[in-house]
Every structure is written in C-alpha cells, then in structure tokens.
C-alpha cells in the first residue's frame, strides 16, 4: 500500500538536523508563513532507519538525512528541503539519492533543493519562498534576518560554552547554560526578543564560577563539516575533551558558512575560513578536491603556527575527501612539528574506543607540552 502525508491540503515543510541548525531554519520558514515539522534530533533510532535503506558504502551524514526524511514524513511532512554545492563530495548527489528511495519506499512528497550552483542568497531566498509558498518579499527578507542573527548568536553562546567547560569549577554547569540558550533563542521571534534572550544568557554564564587563570591546552577540531557540527555525529567529542581538561577550538562553525557563503565578498570584513585554509596549505595540496580537505590540511598549519597542543581531524567513514586528508596529515604533522589524530564515524563506531584514543592524545600532547616547558 502506498503511504501518503496526513495533510494533503498544506504545505507540511521538513529538512535533515545537522546539530542546531534546525533553530534559525525553522525560524525562516515560520517567519514566512510555513507549517514546519521537525524530526527528532539525530539518534540511535534515526540512524538505524537510514542505514537501513541506504546502500553500504555511502557516508553517514546521508544515512543520518534519510532517516531524518522518514521520520518526518511518517509524522506528516510533505514537503522536504535538501541544498546541493559545487565539488566531488558525494553531497550533490543526496537529494537525487534521497528522494529516489522516498519514492522507492512509497512516500508522497514534493523535495525542494537549493542548487549552490546556481548563486547563494538569491537561490536560499527563492527556494524558500517556493517551498512555504510565500511571495512576500518583506517576509522572506524578515525570515533571513532572523536566521542569521540566531546563527550568530547559537555560535556566540557556543563558544562560551567551548571556553567554560575545562575551566569551570562545578561539572556540567556550563552544558546547562548553553541547554538553556538553545531553547531561549529557539523560542525568539523577533531581533528584540533574541537580543533580549542573549542578555539574560550572558548573564547566566558570568555566574558560572571557573579559573580563568588555568593553565590548559587547547586543540583545534577540523574535519568534515557535517560531523564536525553534529554532536551525535561525532559522539560529543567535544564534550569528552572538556571532561579531560582540554579546550576545543572548532574551526568550522555555522557562521562562518552563512557570514562567508552567503554574503558578497565586497561586504566580508576578514579573510573567510576557505581562503585562509587555502591560502595557508598551498605547500601540500594546490587545489581544492572537495568537502573540507582543503580547509583540513590549512587548519593544521594554522595551528602549528599558532602553538596550538594539538589538532582532531573527524570524517565520515569512506568520505573520498576526508580519506585524502587522513594520507597528507601524517606528513603535515610530521613537517610543522604538531600532533594530530584522526576519527572516522559511522554506525558501528564504539565510543568507548573513541575516548580510549582521545585519553591517549590527550596524554601525549601534556607530555610533549612538559619536555618542552623543561628543555
């Protein structure tokens, strides 16, 4: 029997989680007028749903995606959104993939998918105007202002948290602020409301007691985007670093992608992440080969440069990407003189065998940090 959405006379709009991501998109579509349906956040249910009808050899955020359509058109979506961009990651053929086995399966749906190719805040405006159904330009104008000012404000209170966590003297005090914050810029409007939400969220993390004096390491996160900003993804790798005194400099945050991609190059007031890392990495790799490979490699150097303790570099497993940086980052590590330890996810990997390797790491680099300090 063919399954088909519970509403058939409106527009039921759903996309994929990738960590916070579903808060300022949510808000764009509901500020346009849209009915938004969200699946739950990715889990052990999600995946398993995915995995199960995706081929073998294809990466995890697409088994995550799949299983977070299905979930929403079970529970009434018909409507789903899904973007496609330039370069040999596998990610431009997902929509294509993803709806033909909707389809397969018997689902009724209408997929909408923003074509990077075809321009940025143009094609993120017109797409979503077609898939809410909205002409309003006033509201759409709204709806991307929105979305923007909550990107930057989950990546400020985010950073904070990143910065609180090997430092605060009560454990799990920051993670509670940061959980407050979610919801609270989840649940603004309007720029007031959001504006007003942050006040009273920084105040709530001044009053988060830690020593601002510690002596700690830092160590970058790079990698593959998607597990980089999913937490489920990457099995809050940043969480564990935390619990082991080490502070978390993520090197890709939503911002820099909204603020980078989607702005004129005339506006951008810094060099962006891309040209850095390209600008940094041209001894090693020339061009650009897709996913974050470039941005991977540059990030390394960046933080040799920078005395960084020490880089993390995670990936889907089987990324053709991600596996071209894992062969040039020995070599990198080996040149600029840093420690690096690289993490391929997917559904059967362990985290008890992840932060068995991360205690590891983070034990080498404390040494390494010792016979320096005693040379």
Not at 194 to 220: G, M, P, R
Not at 297 to 326: L, M, R, S, W
Request: hydrophobic share 40%; proline share 3%.
């Amino acid at each position: 029997m063919q399954k088909t959405s519970k509403y058939k006379s409106k527009r039921v709009v759903a996309f994929p989680h990738m960590g916070n991501i579903y808060i300022p998109v949510s808000a764009m579509l509901k500020t346009m007028g849209a009915e938004v349906l969200l699946p739950p956040e990715n889990n052990s249910e999600t995946l398993t749903i995915g995995t199960r009808h995706s081929i073998e050899t294809v990466c995890l955020p697409y088994k995550l995606n799949l299983g977070n359509y299905i979930q929403a058109l079970e529970s009434g979506a018909n409507v789903l959104l899904m973007f496609q961009a330039p370069g040999s990651c596998r990610l431009g053929n997902y929509a294509t993939m993803a709806e033909a086995k909707l389809k397969e399966l018997g689902y009724e749906f209408e997929m909408v998918v923003f074509d990077m190719y075809k321009g940025k805040l143009k094609e993120v405006a017109k797409k979503f105007s077609y898939a809410t159904g909205s002409t309003n330009i006033l509201k759409t104008l709204r709806g991307i202002r929105i979305a923007l000012a909550k990107i930057n404000a989950l990546d400020e209170v985010e950073n904070k948290l990143l910065y609180l966590r090997p430092r605060e003297y009560q454990k799990g005090s920051a993670e509670n602020v940061y959980n407050y914050a979610k919801k609270e810029i989840h649940k603004a409007d309007t720029i007031k409301e959001l504006k007003a939400a942050l006040k009273n969220i920084n105040k709530k993390y001044d009053e988060v007691s830690h020593d601002s004096k510690k002596d700690i390491l830092k160590v970058y996160l790079t990698g593959e985007f998607f597990v980089q900003l999913d937490p489920f993804t990457n099995m809050e790798i940043e969480r564990e670093l935390g619990k082991l005194g080490v502070e978390v400099e993520r090197q890709i945050m939503f911002s820099h992608w909204s603020n980078n991609t989607l702005m004129p190059r005339f506006l951008q007031k810094e060099e962006s992440h891309r040209d850095r890392s390209a600008r940094m990495a041209k001894k090693y790799i020339k061009r650009a080969i897709g996913g974050e490979c470039l941005e991977s490699v540059g990030d390394v150097i960046y933080a040799a440069d920078k005395n960084i303790a020490g880089v993390i570099h995670v990936g889907p497993f089987n990324c053709n990407p991600e596996i071209v940086t894992q062969c040039i980052l020995p070599n990198v590590s080996k040149l600029e003189d840093i420690p690096v330890i690289s993490f391929s996810m997917d559904e059967m990997t362990g985290k008890a065998g992840l932060v068995t390797r991360l205690e590891a790491f983070v034990d080498l680099i404390n040494r390494r940090r010792r016979s320096k300090k005693t040379a």
